[in-house]
């Protein structure tokens, strides 16, 4: 069964006493009684027994299908409904997912709050002048503006009645100045953001062709956010490696098996330059090991001492048969036999079981069929040399989990020896084990940090022969604390399984490999040099974590390790002795006491790097209140951050500390349903859509299938959307505010009477029809540089880190050019018009031609403002600016010819009186030169002698010397800040010891 998408399967089994029940005529005279735990959240724990034939059977997560589960290799089930509608698991795990806005956006909305403050005010100062006005209108009882004609209102001119006329005007002002607040920019900016994420959606750079899966922007409201991300949150396997185990190495008997070489083994030996030396003895050997490895999934093995059976000759022959027989054995696999070849493949719950069982097949112990009570192998007699078939009779299952860490099964062997055989961590194994069960135990943890070393994960395998008696007494109290439905139940399991898992006799231990991601080095490495930090967080052991970290290049030799760890002899002791406030007290004083010495660490040494591993229990304290500030304070000091052994609650509280401690913006990336939390917590989720589910694509805002495609997804798209998104915010107000404050200057000039400066129609069209499409034009398409050169140049991606192209004096700048605009559009054509003759009969301009002269003003200057500030120019993009333009015209001469009841002030206006008067052309030209040639100026000035980076960039790329690797690298030194991981780093580093070694050189000399 799988609930989300996983590949590996969930087994999912019948009670023993109902498999008889095979058809629907069986259920004829069926009764049972079923008592179960009541409706709760939990997916993988069920709690229930079923009463039948006056029989106690204990029900388990195995005998539950969820809602929603797709089943595989079972044509059909009987069953008995549980829960139904909301009292279903997966109903209970359906939370609302947590509202996400940007931080643009949020700033948007104050921006919003700052001009309607803005225009309540302005509002107000005319109402105050238009009251003062109205109040001294009269003189020897006439009216000094009889223009206005007051006589055709009763109140709004009437100096008997200024307060109330002033009141009137202020509600006048509101409606007439709204268009100071730019409503149409939340519906330009969600089409924008659409379309922009159609555009991630289609790129094809992040389409993964082995798996059929295109990056997916679940979301648009984050697009810019992309942009902007500070910390990123990583999960390790499926994430950061493949989820995809290979057995490679084991450790049998106190003997080391296998010659594989593990990634991290490579990544190590590039860093300390000296040549493997599994590497050198086994060059004979590579290409069989190439070969093997490409033909079997999951087994990447190669060790001719126990390999095509020659493991009989080895000297611990038993327990080389015993280890591999209990791989064969303790598991929960599915076995598949091919219809055509014959060929076993397996159905597993985990890529490491899928991975043990192949091994063992391999090795000659077939796992090949499995019934309820039954497990069956194909496995190599060493007495005759010949393959025999053997069942083994499944009588218990004591189940894996997080808080057990191990996983046993008893069987009873044809001869009827009872065993119990068990694989679990290192940490849980060995104090299990028997006094004459320890033979190996000191060469098998050496393997084991061998292969901890190596960046494999391991398994501790040992069993044990039980007695009938014993057993009985095991069974017994198993299966009544199985059939308890209280909420000790656990508890109680717990117990008898830690009965009967004792007195253990050491086999050996496995070890398998996850493979890194293709391209994940080199994708840490371009966000390294972005600017951008990057933590771990891994279930992991240390050792382990430390490895992968070394494989990846988020650390490098030389680089000072501050780990914060519990596994003190003094925290030793104490737990020992077991007393838990003692153990408490202790291990938040240590870890107190360790962060201090890495702060301390950190401000003696301003020019080293430095990187913080710190294990799930320490983590536990460092999250707690009062020591999680200083916590964060160290984690920021550092270039790489790794949590080992971390819970998906701890992930998620790591996440939201980030978020809230640094107030900048974190995106979580992670594969399962383990990082649910931690992509719900972060401002950003990016889901992989791997080999663990749906369950993290789910929750995620965007989804990708490989994590190497993030670099793409922030350096390019995320750039781009940020740039573009505060671009065309930072305009539409501009353009906003250029055509809101000529209507509030005019009203002035007219001494505040309420006259709009526009046709009414003029002012409805100005953000739908003649300025709103250059602005999505610009949101959509444009580009400070291309693809090529963001990922050239990652240090780009800063200018979103650092909100440089969002900033208050970013905003207040182009707020400050729209009021310069207005003021000269406004004095340039009153100047022009107030004294000069504009008809044959010497008659000055009238109200409808000013109107209709500014407006044509505004809509070029604005639009011609915005060819300014395109960087990437499309046909598109042409035909929205100047069509904007040309629509205008056309609209005045459509306009104007309706008859005079409807068309009111714009009656034949261009027709008859603009476009015959040369003055009026005059005019628009020399205001739009006017009021562009400063901000022309000033662009031409800063790109020349004071360029941002992205200015640096596009010079490269207009001079023609994007390959030229000594400029480039001059540009690159322009970086806000040096980079301390990746790959660049380590070849910084080299660089500099070289040259420092060479100048040491030179002055010895």
Not at 22 to 43: G, H, M, T, Y
Not at 568 to 576: A, H, R, S
Not at 953 to 975: H, M, N, T
């Amino acid at each position: 069964m799988n609930l989300d998408g996983e590949t590996n399967l969930k087994l999912k089994q019948s009670l023993e006493a109902t498999s008889i029940f095979q058809s629907d005529s069986s259920f004829k005279d069926f009764k049972a009684i079923i008592r179960c735990e009541d409706p709760n959240a939990s997916l993988y724990s069920f709690v229930g027994s079923m009463e039948h034939d006056d029989k106690q059977y204990p029900l388990s997560p195995q005998q539950l299908l969820l809602r929603d589960s797709k089943l595989r290799n079972t044509d059909y089930v009987y069953g008995a409904v549980i829960f139904t509608g909301h009292d279903t698991k997966v109903m209970q795990n359906a939370t609302s997912p947590p509202s996400k806005r940007s931080k643009i956006e949020r700033k948007m909305d104050k921006i919003i709050y700052l001009l309607l403050s803005a225009l309540v005010l302005i509002s107000a100062v005319g109402s105050i002048f238009f009251g003062i006005a109205t109040h001294d209108d009269l003189e020897d009882g006439k009216m000094k503006r009889w223009y206005l004609r007051p006589d055709q209102s009763k109140i709004y001119f009437d100096p008997n009645r200024a307060p109330a006329a002033a009141v009137l005007h202020f509600l006048t002002a509101m409606i007439l100045y709204g268009y100071f607040i730019p409503i149409s920019l939340y519906v330009s900016i969600e089409i924008v953001k659409v379309l922009q994420a159609i555009f991630i959606n289609q790129d094809i750079q992040m389409y993964h062709e082995e798996s059929d899966k295109p990056a997916h922007a679940r979301t648009s409201n984050l697009n810019e956010e992309l942009g902007q991300v500070d910390t990123i949150l990583s999960d390790k396997t499926g994430t950061l490696t493949c989820n995809s185990m290979e057995f490679i190495k084991c450790s049998i008997a106190g003997t080391a098996y296998g010659h594989g070489v593990t990634e991290v083994e490579r990544a190590m030996t590039r860093t300390k330059g000296t040549p493997l030396i599994n590497e050198l003895d086994d060059e004979d050997h590579e290409e069989n090991h190439v070969d093997a490895k490409s033909a079997i999934k999951g087994f990447n093995f190669e060790d001719r001492r126990i390999m095509n059976q020659n493991w009989v000759n080895e000297p611990h022959a038993d327990a080389i048969q015993k280890f591999f027989r209990l791989l064969a054995i303790c598991h929960t696999c599915i076995p598949e036999a091919d219809k055509d070849s014959g060929k076993i493949s397996y159905e597993a719950e985990s890529p490491d079981e899928a991975a043990f069982v192949i091994a063992a097949r391999e090795l000659g112990f077939e796992f090949y069929q499995r019934t309820q009570t039954s497990i069956s192998l194909h496995e190599l007699d060493p007495m005759s040399g010949r393959t025999v078939e053997r069942s083994y009779r499944l009588l218990n299952i004591l189940e894996f989990s997080s808080s057990r860490k191990r996983m046993s099964v008893i069987v009873q062997d044809e001869e009827g020896k009872l065993l119990l055989l068990s694989k679990g961590a290192d940490s849980v194994m060995f104090e299990r084990l028997a006094k004459n069960g320890r033979e190996f135990e000191e060469k098998t943890k050496e393997h084991l940090n061998e292969y901890a070393d190596a960046g494999l994960r391991t398994l501790v395998l040992a069993y044990r022969e039980l007695d009938e008696e014993e057993y009985m007494t095991f069974n017994k109290k198993f299966m009544a604390a199985k059939n308890l439905v209280s909420a000790d139940r656990d508890e109680k399991i717990e117990e008898a399984a830690d009965m009967i898992e004792r007195d253990l006799i050491l086999l050996g231990a496995t070890a398998v490999e996850d493979k890194l991601q293709v391209g994940v080095p080199e994708c840490i490495d371009k966000l390294a040099q972005a600017g951008i930090k990057i933590w771990v967080l891994t279930g992991d052991k240390m050792e382990t974590a430390i490895n992968i970290g070394f494989s990846c290049s988020l650390l490098r030799q030389g680089m000072n390790q501050i780990i914060i760890t519990l596994e003190t002899p003094e925290i030793i002791g104490l737990v020992k002795s077991g007393n838990k406030d003692a153990i408490a007290k202790a291990s938040k004083d240590s870890v107190i006491h360790q962060i201090r010495e890495g702060r301390k660490l950190i401000s003696s040494s301003s020019a080293e790097s430095f990187a913080l591993i710190i294990d799930g229990k320490s983590l536990t304290y460092a999250l707690e209140d009062g020591v999680k500030d200083m916590f964060l304070q160290l984690a920021i000091g550092c270039a790489s951050v790794i949590c080992c052994r971390s819970s998906p609650i701890q992930k998620a509280l790591v996440t939201r500390l980030v978020k809230t401690g640094t107030r900048k913006v974190t995106l979580a990336i992670g594969d399962g349903a383990n990082d649910v939390g931690m992509l719900q917590e972060a401002d950003i989720g990016v889901g992989i859509s791997g080999a663990e589910g749906m369950q993290a694509v789910m929750s995620s805002d965007v989804a990708i299938a490989q994590f190497r495609f993030l670099e793409r997804l922030l350096l390019v798209h995320g750039h781009w959307c940020y740039r573009r998104i505060s671009s065309m915010i930072c305009y539409f107000f501009y353009k906003n505010i250029t055509f809101g404050l000529t209507l509030f200057l005019f009203e002035a000039y007219a001494s505040f009477s309420g006259q709009p400066a526009y046709n009414d129609w003029f002012m409805s069209f100005y953000n739908v029809f003649f300025t709103s499409l250059p602005v999505i034009a610009l949101g959509v398409f444009d580009q400070d540089v291309s693809a090529r050169f963001c990922l050239k140049f990652p240090m780009l991606y800063q200018e979103g880190v650092q909100n440089v192209l969002f900033s208050w004096t970013r905003l207040l700048s182009w707020m400050f050019n729209g009021i310069l605009n207005a003021i000269a559009i406004l004095f340039f054509c009153t100047s022009a018009f107030q004294h000069q003759a504009f008809r044959k009969g010497g008659e000055v301009v009238g109200f409808e031609v000013l109107g209709a002269t500014m407006y044509t003003c505004v809509v070029w200057v604005v639009n011609c403002q915005m060819a300014l500030s395109v960087s990437y120019f499309t046909l598109i993009q042409h035909i929205f600016i100047w069509g904007g333009v040309a629509l205008w015209y056309l609209f005045l001469l459509v306009y104007g010819a309706i008859i005079p009841t409807i068309s009111t002030t714009a009656f034949m206006v261009f027709v008859e009186a603009l476009a015959p008067a040369p003055s009026y052309w005059i005019v628009t030209l020399f205001v739009v030169l006017a009021t562009l040639i400063p901000y022309f100026a000033f662009a031409a000035i800063q790109m020349r002698f004071f360029p941002m980076y992205h200015n640096m960039v596009q010079w490269i790329r207009l001079e023609g010397r994007a390959d030229d690797p000594e400029y480039c690298q001059v540009v690159r030194q322009r970086s806000v800040r040096p980079t301390t991981v990746g790959v660049s780093a380590r070849l910084d580093k080299v660089s500099q010891l070289i040259t420092r070694k060479v100048h040491h050189a030179v002055h010895s000399l």
